[in-house]
């Protein structure tokens, strides 16, 4: 069975995002492999280890600076990996379609990835890459069992959990609880140097979405403190929240 993982390149979640004339300036910013698709990694290898997986594919869409992504999957202890070179201006629509392109052409039985990424937190891509290929989508799962043709999964649902099985291939994409991601080790991190990684130009799709600029949220205001006596501060409280918030009184 062959399992392929969508990984993406993003910014480290504790990095301190500055603006640059509309833009996300990236200068000095460590980028690393999407947490979320991380965890997809590691679902993978575990499907690989309990000898349901004979081979995991890793794919990322984007400019050279993807293959660190990729390197961290594949010293994780995926097999291969495969650089879909694109401009990392493209939108989701557009990501997803060279994304899908990739894959038709491996024809994988699983499909995994993270469901949300980091920085941009659309969650748009597998869900896209799923309908251009005609395939069946579990999203937000939290577990999975295979057996033959059918995948089992457990996600997350409003008030509880919901558990459905799909034929294979599907699409799959993970909930960040659905397992805890190995860090490589120094051995998988000299391995991953010698494994094969292909590279492929992006399938041509223009963009559904033109981002004009970025902008920070306003800075928060800084609150009041009444201090006085308890009906006097409640008067005062209720006046601010009626003349000054504007809180609608029914």
Known sequence: MKVLVCVKQT?????????????????????????????????????????????????AAGSDKAMDAIRTALAMGADRGILVQQDTAADEFARAVALAEAIKAENPNIILAGHVAADDGSSQVPTRVAEILGLPHVNVITAVEI??????????????????????PAVISSQVSWNEPRYPSMKGIMAAKKKPVATAAAAAAENKVKILEFSLPPAKAAGIKLEDEPEVCATKLAEWMKNTVKVEVK
């Open 147 to 168: 057996a033959g043709d059918k995948a089992t999964c457990t996600s997350e649902a409003d008030g509880g959990t919901q558990v459905t099985e799909v034929s294979l």
């Open 11 to 59: 910014f480290d979640t504790e990095a301190k995002i500055e603006l640059k004339d509309g833009k996300i300036a990236d200068a000095g910013i460590n980028l690393i492999i999407n947490p979320y698709d991380e965890v997809a990694v590691e679902g993978a290898i575990q499907l690989k280890e309990k000898g349901i997986a004979k081979e995991i594919v890793i794919v």
